[in-house]
Nanobody, 125 residues
């Protein structure tokens, strides 16, 4: 059974940093695509970042500030978030897809097979 839990969220001031982690079961971690999405209150779930075979993709509004990575030995997915802005406030979710898919589809939440429980990130002074 898949085990998938995001952690590392919290309250941070604008300009600060947070690192999110997502510990996965081994089955999930052998996924072809893994990513992070976020959902702000009253809004749809939006793409943040994804990684597949060492290649990465980022949403335009986080490019240069966020970095996605994975540690296969620890079965963990990470999201390093720097220069945080109030508009980054949201619940962040990790997700995975069993098989690889074309790069153009990485940002579509509907292609993901597994979703973890979210972690809340609040950016406020």
């Amino acid at each position: 059974r898949c085990s998938w839990q995001a952690s590392g969220g919290g309250l941070v001031q604008p300009g600060g940093s947070l690192k999110l982690s997502c510990a996965a079961s081994e089955r999930t971690f052998s996924a072809g695509l893994m990513g992070w999405f976020r959902q702000a209150p009253g809004k749809e779930r939006d793409f943040v970042a994804a990684i597949s075979l060492g290649n990465t993709r980022y949403a335009d509004d986080v490019k240069g500030r966020f970095a996605i990575s994975r540690d296969n030995a620890k079965n963990t997915l990470y999201l390093q978030m720097n220069s945080l802005k109030p508009e980054d406030t949201a619940v962040y979710y990790c997700a995975a897809r069993k098989v690889r898919i074309v790069y153009s589809s990485w940002s579509d939440p509907n292609v993901m097979d597994y979703w973890g429980k979210g972690t809340l990130v609040t950016v406020s002074s």
